[in-house]
């Protein structure tokens, strides 16, 4: 009831915040967000209860602002850490944690920030820290940043620092700088952009820490790493490249042996009025960076490697997310979109999507072939029938390995169909249905799923969902949810009900495992 009654007093703070605080001649702004979770006692999920029915992440951020400095702390409280998180693997319990500070000075040119710091090199393949509430973790690093940018032609930062792994910090350090030389402003072109830049990358571990470090082909507390890219843009074409490398062995997994690592991605885009394209293509080599040599979980990265897949979110679409293959895929993705409007009516048009995306094993099995990892194939069109009336219609094929490129060269295929349906009554009250349906003979079989969702803007929406397994003869269930959120200005508030399937979550392509419950949830968000 203590924790409880801590989740309430948040929500409290948070409807009595609701605008910018003025303090002395600066600002203070800053957000609130608690997740919630009672879990039940289901029979039909022998074992999913933990011994501490509650679990709460929350996290408090403010923020200062004067002129051209600002500081500003975050802290999170977890009493306890909800299951599925790897919060839980770094020491279980109930505890506190001031996952970041900052004090920065912002000029025209020039920046210096010294505490927590989130920043990337590129597409963050080299170097990436970042918070993600959803999966649970922060990586950033503790020390200082510099940048200066010299009138818009070269731009320089530097990161050092150690990073963030969950509650505590990394035993390693972490040094970096990355440079950006803008030709287009040196040349005076002004119709277009071309940008050459690199940046460099050093993790310092002391290799007597790591247990079987010789054995494992360790050789150096010291990796060092690199990159090159080139970006261009002109009349709706933009083209990047960006070559990654690691110059010494390093451990991309606990479970494997050091080997050197390196990556490829080449992205391309073409805008034309109604009408646009984008593909990308990735080929990674024993690229995941561990911030910690001796960590585990989601978390224990400094580097961004996310899925180049569709990411869905239909229920059925996303029952078996793509994951990153570290140790070495090749693949990538295209998407098309079409826009027809209505010339007399704007509240009318249609807009086509089509997205295609395989990715396969560097490795090749007996017969000499790569394995492939996962293929999709997804056509939705979307139609605006009126000022009332919108329907969408997705068809997507998916096939994936079970194995994730393991021995096991078979594969699993899914055709899932999904129809959605917003009707509006008036400019407050609007009614969204969705109906899907998986068609398999492989895994668990077919499902089926449904939604319907009562909104009343800007306040209230009442939604219930249901899930159902129709092809697992032994194990057939239901994975229902309801719920009801309220919105007040910038606070938002929701309770809900269900039962979940055991799988993966993903953000932004990231993914982590969340075991299945059933359980109350109460999320609250605010800012102020």
Known sequence: MKRLAISLALLATAVAAQAQISV???????????????????SALAGSTPEDRFGSNSYLKVDYTLG????????????????????????????????SKYIQWQDRNF??????????????????????????????????????????YVSVKGVYGRPRLYDEYASSWVRGADMSVS?????????????LEGSYLNRHQNIDEVPDAEMLG???????????????????????????????????????????????LAEAAYDYNRFAVSASFRRLEHMSTMASLIGGGTGNVINYLPALTRQYTYMLTNL?????????????????????RNRTDRSRYWN??????????????????????????????????????KTTLLYSRQ??????????????????????ITYKFDKKKSLRVEAQYLLSGDYEGDWAAALVEFNVAPSWSVYASDMYNLGNETDKMHYYNAGVSWTHSRTRLQLSYGRNRAGYVCSGGVCRFSPAYTGFNLVLTSSF
């Open 218 to 264: 360790l050789t150096s507390s010291d990796i060092n790493m690199f990159s090159g890219r080139i970006n261009f843009a002109w009349q709706g074409l933009e083209l990047r490249g960006e070559y990654v490398g690691k110059c010494n062995a390093d451990l991309y997994s606990p479970i494997h042996e050091a080997a050197r690592g390196n990556a490829w």
């Open 24 to 42: 002395g001649k600066g600002q203070l702004s800053g957000s609130i967000e608690s997740n919630n979770i009672y879990y039940m006692e289901d």
């Open 399 to 420: 096939e994936w390995n079970p194995s994730h490129g393991g021995i096991n060269d078979d594969t699993y295929v899914s055709d899932i169909f999904v129809a959605d």
């Open 183 to 195: 030709i287009s402003e040196i040349t005076g072109w002004d119709n277009g952009m071309l940008n």
């Open 320 to 340: 078996n997310p793509y994951q990153v293959n570290a140790e070495g895929e090749i693949g990538g993705q295209a998407d098309i979109y079409y826009s027809l």
């Open 68 to 99: 051209r400095f600002s500081a500003g702390l975050q802290a999170d409280a977890y009493l306890p850490v909800l299951q599925g998180f790897d919060m839980a693997t770094y020491g279980a319990g109930h505890k506190f944690v001031l996952s």
């Open 352 to 389: 086509f999507h089509a997205n295609f995306s395989t990715f396969y094993t560097l490795e090749e099995n007996g017969g000499g072939e790569h394995r492939l990892l996962w293929r999709d194939i997804n056509v939705d069109v979307e139609r605006q029938w009126n000022r009332r009336l």
């Open 111 to 152: 920046a210096v920030r010294v505490g927590d710091i989130f920043d990337q090199f590129g597409s963050g393949i080299l170097f990436r820290t970042w918070e993600d509430r959803a999966l649970g973790f922060n990586n950033s690093l503790e020390g200082v940043r510099g940048a200066y940018n010299f009138n818009g």
